[in-house]
């Protein structure tokens, strides 16, 4: 097999080669290493290789779905025994793991060859994948502009051709938002579908959930037949999906009703080319047969953005004390960690407990809206991929953050209210560009971002589709659906599937 090859071929596809002894786990790592090299001086999606991990596993018997795949973990609540979890910090850089997480045993089992570590921002807190301790990571479509956060890393790693399909996680938008961002499909799903262990027993507050970005949807449904299921110690069982879901999209989804909006939900500008994006998914739907019209969950979206941010936080500083608490100097973590730290340590137990409460309306407001309507259909980002630096707290406030916090005087404004309007801006900034994810993590909804539209300007804008809890089977079957009427697989940049690729072939 060449590179070509490689490129052509979907992970499921890899793994039916290895099985007919077309080609071998061995030449499929030294492609995906090679592409790798040519791809990493560009991107920077891989902050750790783990070649020798990789070489180990090959000389094992393997036997699985997907054995003999390439294949990267996010460095990010997927610990891989013996080696640090950095989180994208130079805090927790030392800080090994004793086990694997049981995702990524799981991903081990069904036969992926794991060689690396992608790239994200630290602690995984922001849409763009900026971390000083590993730089950051651009957009293979342009590396002007951020692949995305926070699994941006997994997100260019795919979209430059070096894996057919990365592991990411999504706490509030961090699988969907790097897929919509470099022209992938990224599906969240439901709350409590895949383990958290042992690490984690739900990882903030059930917000989080482990799945893949992928270049084909049957490899995202096959790895989630992979992944999915409760591990012994897990805070709550989920029912079993009752279908397999590399079934379940071999099949179309029945007639659905979709409702739609683009309008944002916390009151902030929507780009044309966002409306743009839903307003050609809306035709292609209506082509496809399904019935279509705008429509929203009666839900106060500035009220789920405030209740985002307060179980952001205050995840933040329990994060920050525990890995002090482990030997992690302080002064190691970045400025933003910093004071979204102190300001987490600055809310009551009561004003977190009240927002984490709210979760509960919106989930209910959700599901009225999900007895009428089969999908929610809004812009995954409310702009194209940004460019690097965009939307980022100014200088002067940088500094006086960083001056109120050295000096320990940003907890204490902060609980006396003087910080209010200064923090309030700069959580709205940083939303600004994603108000439309987070919906699904507070709800525990499953979501996905499908890449139906490109930017005048040549940068992919996926839409997002948000479905009923555990349903993820007809999110599945919607996105199989799309992708053979507007097929994306063979759409890579230029550089990555051109002669330049091609001279390397063997």
Not at 56 to 64: E, S, V
Not at 119 to 129: Q, R
Not at 281 to 299: F, M, S
Not at 360 to 382: G, S
Request: glycine share 10%; hydrophobic share 45%.
């Amino acid at each position: 097999m060449n590179v070509q090859d490689y490129l052509q071929r979907d992970a499921t596809a890899l793994a039916e080669a290895v099985k007919k002894g077309e080609t071998s786990a061995a030449e499929l790592l030294q492609l995906a290493l090679a592409q790798n090299a040519r791809a990493q001086p560009r991107t920077n999606a891989i902050c750790a290789l783990m070649e020798r991990e990789a070489r180990a596993q090959l000389a094992k018997p393997a036997a699985g779905p997907f054995t003999g795949v390439p294949f990267l973990i996010k460095d990010c609540a997927q610990d891989y025994a013996g080696l640090p979890t950095a989180y994208g910090s130079k805090a927790l850089s030392r800080v090994v793991a004793g086990d694997h997480a049981h995702v990524v045993r799981r991903y081990l089992a069904a036969g992926l060859v794991i060689f690396g570590k992608t790239n994200l921002p630290e602690l995984a807190l922001k849409g763009v994948s900026d971390s000083r301790a590993f730089g950051r990571v651009n957009n293979p479509w342009n590396g002007a502009h951020t692949p995305g956060g926070s699994s941006g890393g997994a997100a260019a790693a795919v979209a430059s051709g070096v894996v057919p399909m990365a592991a990411g996680n999504d706490g509030g938008g961090s699988i969907r938002i790097p897929a919509a961002c470099c022209g992938l499909f990224g599906l969240k799903p439901s709350r409590g579908l895949i383990s958290s262990g042992p690490g984690f027993g739900e990882y903030w507050y059930g917000a989080s959930s482990e799945g893949v970005i992928s270049r084909s949807v049957r490899d995202t449904a096959l790895a989630l037949d992979v992944i999915a299921g409760a591990e012994p110690g897990d805070p709550f069982l989920v029912a079993e999906p009752g279908t397999v879901f590399a079934n379940a999209v071999t099949r179309d989804p029945p007639r659905l009703r979709i409702g739609f909006s683009t309008v944002s939900p916390i009151g902030t500008e929507v780009h044309q080319e966002a409306k743009l994006a839903v307003e050609h998914a809306v035709k292609l739907l209506q082509g496809l047969g399904h019935e279509v019209e705008e429509a929203t969950p009666d839900i106060d979206g500035a009220a789920l953005a405030t209740s985002f941010l307060h179980v952001y936080f205050g995840q933040v500083a329990a994060f920050v004390a525990d890995a002090r608490s482990k030997g992690a100097k302080g002064e190691d973590f970045e400025l933003l960690t910093r004071v979204l730290a102190t300001l987490g340590g600055a809310i009551s137990a009561g004003a977190l407990t009240t927002q984490l409460l709210k979760w509960n309306v919106f989930a209910r407001a959700l599901a009225r809206f999900h007895a009428r309507y089969d999908l929610l259909l809004t812009p995954t980002l409310a702009h194209p991929p940004i460019r690097h630096g965009q939307g980022d707290p100014s200088t002067a406030e940088q500094t006086l953050l960083d001056m109120l916090d050295r000096i320990g005087l940003l907890g204490m404004l902060t609980r006396w209210g003087a910080l209010d309007g200064m923090i309030d801006k700069i959580a709205r900034d940083s939303l600004q560009y994603v108000p439309f994810t987070q919906l699904a993590n507070l709800t525990g909804t499953p979501a996905m971002s499908v890449p139906l539209h490109w930017t005048a300007d040549g940068l992919p804008l996926g839409v997002q589709f948000v479905g009923r809890l555990g349903d993820e089977a007809r999110l599945l079957q919607l996105a199989r659906q799309l992708e053979q009427a507007q097929p994306w697989f063979e759409r890579l940049p230029d550089w990555v599937g051109g002669a330049a690729a091609a001279a390397q072939t063997s």
